[in-house]
Structure formats: C-alpha cells, structure tokens
C-alpha cells in the first residue's frame, strides 16, 4: 500500500482540533439533565453515549503517543478511513456504551475539555513526522490528526442534531474534514454540493441521502 503525505499541515489540524473541540464542550456544558439519554439518530447510541465516544476520540491522540513508536508507516490521512471501514461498528457502540456507564453524565464536559488539553500539549511536542500505533495500523501524528478533526466535525453534527441544534461546525476543522472527504471522494463534488462544505460533509457520511452514486464516502 502507498502511503501518501499528508498535505495538511499539522499545527493546522491541531488548530482546527482545539477549536472544534471548544465548540462541542460548550455544546456538552449545556446539556439538560433529561437529554443525556436522548437518542442520536446512530444506532444504540444516546447523547451519553457519543460524548463518551468524542472522550475517547480525543484520548487517543496522548495514548498512542506514549506508546513505543513503529518503524514503518503503513496508513496515511485517506487510507486510515479505508481501514476503519472494516470495524465492527456494535464494538464500537459498546466500548462508548461502557465508558459512558463508569462517567456521570455532569462530568462528562469537564473530561472532554481535559482530555482535549492533553491531547492539545502532547501533540505539539511531539514532531509532526512521529509515528503513531494504531489498532488499524501505524499512521504519522500530522495523519492521526486529522482523523481526530473529522470525528469531531461529524459526531459534533451528531450532537447538535440529536439535541435539535443548528448542524454547524468551527470553520478551520470544516475545512479539514471537508479536504478529508474530498480526498476519499476523488471526484468533483456533486454541484449542489460545491459551496456547501456541511451538506457535503453530512451527504459523504450518509447522514443525508444523496442521489449520487459515490456518496457516501464514510458510513
């Protein structure tokens, strides 16, 4: 497998990472108590559940890098999402599930915002052409980063639909997520699609339907 470069610039990913972040805490602080057990529109999954599941997201960043460093590179920034194709996705929703079970739901912002702070600091000590052991692979910190940016943006969505909020995003992890599923689509956008990073973003994770046959892109 070719690993290709990743052409988005690590302190940009971290930038659009914190940002977004910052977003979704503010979202998580104002959660009402009847809300946590909302459902989501994600199968099994409730707003408890997903904030669990952006908690860890963003843990990874530090975990990976604390763990001995591979010698080759096998996942780039498009390829890691090809990889993560194959995962089970009842595997997933249970580890969100059990996380969320050990964390009371008050507690739950004030986690993601630490978390966030540790992924922020160990990210930008570490070089941007460090190598990262993932369960999918080894992959390099300014790849992994984006990944993280585009979890973010689209379970980010997620909340703010299930929560009946206006589906937006910070603009610098817009642009990342929206260079991510261009870079899998490998096609121009469909035309109403063009200047509409959101829709595109949600009609290429299937949150929208989309006549075009290539959408979409991510499930």
Request: charged letters at 25%.
């Amino acid at each position: 497998m070719s690993v290709r470069t990743c052409p988005i610039p690590v302190r940009r990913s971290h930038a659009a990472l914190v940002a977004e972040a910052a977003a979704i805490e503010q979202v998580l602080r104002h959660v009402a108590d009847d809300d946590w057990g909302a459902p989501t529109g994600l199968p099994a999954w409730s707003v408890r559940d997903l904030a669990a599941h952006l908690l860890r997201g963003v843990t990874r960043v530090g975990a990976y890098l604390a763990a001995p460093e591979p010698h080759d590179v096998e996942l780039d920034w498009l390829s890691y999402w090809q990889a993560a194709s194959d995962l089970d996705p009842h595997t997933i929703a249970a580890r969100a599930t059990e996380l969320a079970s050990r964390i009371p739901s008050r507690d739950l912002p004030g986690r993601f915002s630490r978390a966030v702070g540790e992924a922020s600091r160990t990210a930008l000590d570490a070089p941007r052409d460090r190598t990262l052991p993932t369960p999918l692979g080894s992959i390099r910190l300014d790849a992994y980063l984006t990944t993280r940016v585009v979890e973010l943006v689209v379970h980010g969505l997620d909340l703010r639909r299930a929560l009946g909020l206006e589906q937006v995003a910070t603009p610098g992890a817009i642009e990342v997520t929206a260079l991510v599923l261009d870079g899998l689509l490998a096609l121009p956008r469909p035309v109403d699609l063009e200047r509409d990073d959101i829709a595109f973003i949600l009609a290429a994770t299937g949150r929208h339907a989309h006549p075009d046959p290539d959408l979409p892109v991510l499930g």
